[in-house]
C-alpha cells in the first residue's frame, strides 16, 4: 500500500516529482524511492510496508533492467502464483507481491492482471519500447488519477493534489462535474471536479507511447438476475460462503497488525466471524459514534464481545465538525456527507493499533442493500402498468400525505420534510424512465434546485451539459432483466468506486491505514451478479443470501433488527456547529470571489433548514465543503 506517481515527456530534473511525492507523504510514510531518465520519464513512489518489510522497496526492475514498475495495493495470492512464476524462469530476490506482480508482467504481458487477486493502481515501463503501461484494479479500490497537460505528455498519480502541481494543469473547476457533484453527490467518472484531470476507470489498462494514450478494459461485471440455470438455493449460499471466507483469509494476510471497522450490520459482523475463526488472537475492532446516541456503537460492542475481539469504540463530539477542514485536503475531491469525518476520526484512533483493516464495503451493491432499491423497483413496476396521468394525479396526491405515514414509508433516520414531499411528487412523475426515477429519488439536488442555486453568470456554463444524467445512460444502455438489475449495474459502476470506495481510500490513507474489502474481491462479485434476486431482496429482508449465512455464524440478536444508516446528524449541537460554519463560508471573500453560487439563494437554504433538516442539511453540507475542498486544495494545493 503507496502512492504513485509519475511524469512522462516533461523535462523537470526531478522539480515536479519531487513535489508530486510530497503531497502524497501520508500514503507512505516508511520509505520512498524514483526512477527518473532525464526528459523521458520519471516515476515516484512512497511506501507504507505491509508486505516484506525488508526488501520490498519500489520502484523493482527485472534482472536486465529493461522493465521498471511501481504500484500502490496488494495482489493477495501472490504466494500461489509465485511457484508457477518460478517454473516460467523467474528466480525471486524478494518475498514482496511486487516483484510477483513485476515477474508476472514481465513473463505474460497484461493478460497476467485477470490471474491477480488483489486491488491495484500500477506503473509499469519498458525501457526498451518507451512505452508505459498504467492498470488499476476490476473494482477500484485503489485510485488513479492522470492528465495530458500538453502534447507528447501525460502525468499520473494517486492523488489528485499531486497532479495539481505539473505545469500545464490548471486549477479551474469542471463546471459538468460540479454540477454532477450537486446531484449525485459525488463525481463520476472519468471527471474529476478539476477540469482536464481525469479518474483512470477501473478494470482497465492503457498503453502510454509515442505521445498516445490507448485504454482498453478487461474485466467487466454484469448484474443479471434472469442470469442463471436454475440455482439451488442452498448450493449457492455454500458457494458464497465459501468464497467470502476465502476472500477474508486472504485479506488477512499482513506482516504488520491489522484489524476491522466494525458495525452492528450484516456485513461487517460476518467478515468478524471469519476472521475470529481464522485468527490465532484477538481480532482488533473499532467503531464510532455520537453524542445522540442514534448510533450502532452497543450493538458493534456486543458482536464483538461474542467473537472475542479487542474492541475500541470512539464518539465524534459537535466541535469535531471544524476538522471537516482537514478532511476536506486529505479528500482530494469534495465530498457532501460528513461520514467522512467520521471515518477520518475512526481511523486517527485505529493507527495506533493497526495498520491495516477490513471493512465491510461492497455489500450493499452487490447484494441490494440499499433502502432506495425496493422503492425504485417497485415504482418501475407501476409505472410499467399505469399511465403518465395517473401518476401525475399521485403526484398531486402525494402533497396531502400526512408527514408521519412518509416517514414511515420511506425508512429514514430523520424526517425528510417538507423538501422529502416534494422529492416524492418529483419521483411519481418521472417514474416511467430509469434515469429520471433514479435522479428523482437519489439526487442530493434536483435540477430544479441546483438551478435556483447557481449564480446567474455561472448557471448555463454549468446547467447545459447535464454530466450527472449523461453517466447514467451510458452505464444503463444494456438493461437487465429486472430494474433491481439496472440499479445494481449502475451504482456497481459509478457508486461504488466514485463514491464508497473513493471515501475509504482517501479517509484511511490520510492516517496511513490500509484498507482491504472483501466484498469486493472479484470471484465473490462475479457469483454474486449472476444470483437471483430471490437471494438478495425480498419484501421486508435484503441481502437474502448474506443474512442466511449470517444465522449459521452467530445468533441474529447480534445484528440490531433495524438496520441504522451510519451518518452524522446534522440536527441539535450538530446542526449549529454546521450552521455556523456555513455562515463564516458566506461571509469569506473566496466565496463571494468565486461568484458560483447565488448567496442569497444559499441564504434562502439556510432558512429551509429547521423544516427538512434531513434533506437540506445534506445540501448545504455539500456547499460547505466544496468551498472548504476549494480553499485547501484548489486555491493552495499544499495542505
Known sequence: MCGIAGIVGINDEGRVLSQMMRLMQ?????????????????????????????TGAQPQYSPDGRYVIIYN???YNYLELRPELEKGGWQFHTGSDTEVLLAGLVLYGVDFLKRTIGMFALAFWDKAERSLLLARDRVGVKPLYYALPWPGALVFASELKSILCVPG???????????AYLALRYVPGPKTMVRGVFKFPCGHWAIFKNGQLRMERYWDVCFDSGNHDHINEDEAESRFEALLEDSVKLR?????????????????????AMMAKHSAKPVSTFSIGFTTGADEQADAARAAKHFGADHSSFVLLPEDLRRISDVAWFMD????????????????????RVKVVLTGEGADEMLSGYVHHPHLRLLARFASWLPQSALNAAAVLSGHIPMNILERCFNYPASPGVKGRERLALLLRSAPDFCQRYLAYASLMTYGDRNALYAPAYRREVMDGNYAERSIKSVTAMPGKDPLDDILNLEYRLWLPDNILFKQDKTLMAHSIEGRVPYCDHRLVEYGARLPLSLKSVPGKNKVILRNIAARLFPPELISRRKQAFMVPLSGEYGKVMQNMIEEM???????????????AVRGLMAEFNHSPFIVGKQLMALLMFELWCERVLDKGAG
Request: without cysteine; charged residues 35%; negative net charge.
Open 26 to 54: 501520508h500514503r507512505g510514510p516508511d520509505g520512498e524511492g524514483r526512477h527518473e531518465e532525464r526528459g523521458i520519464i520519471g516515476l515516484g513512489h512512497k511506501r507504507l510496508s505491509i508486505i516484506d518489510l525488508k
Open 73 to 75: 495495493g496488494e495482489i
Open 169 to 179: 494543469v490548471y486549477r479551474e473547476v469542471d463546471p459538468e462535474a460540479l454540477d
Open 252 to 272: 488477512m494476510r499482513s506482516d504488520v497488525p491489522f484489524g476491522l471497522f466494525l458495525s452492528s450490520g450484516v456485513d461487517s459482523t460476518t467478515i468478524l
Open 333 to 352: 475531491e469534495p465530498f457532501p456527507d460528513p461520514i467522512v469525518l467520521a471515518m477520518f476520526l475512526l481511523a486517527e484512533k485505529a493507527k495506533a
Open 586 to 600: 458566506l461571509s469569506g471573500r473566496r466565496f463571494k470571489e468565486r461568484n458560483l453560487f447565488d448567496e442569497k
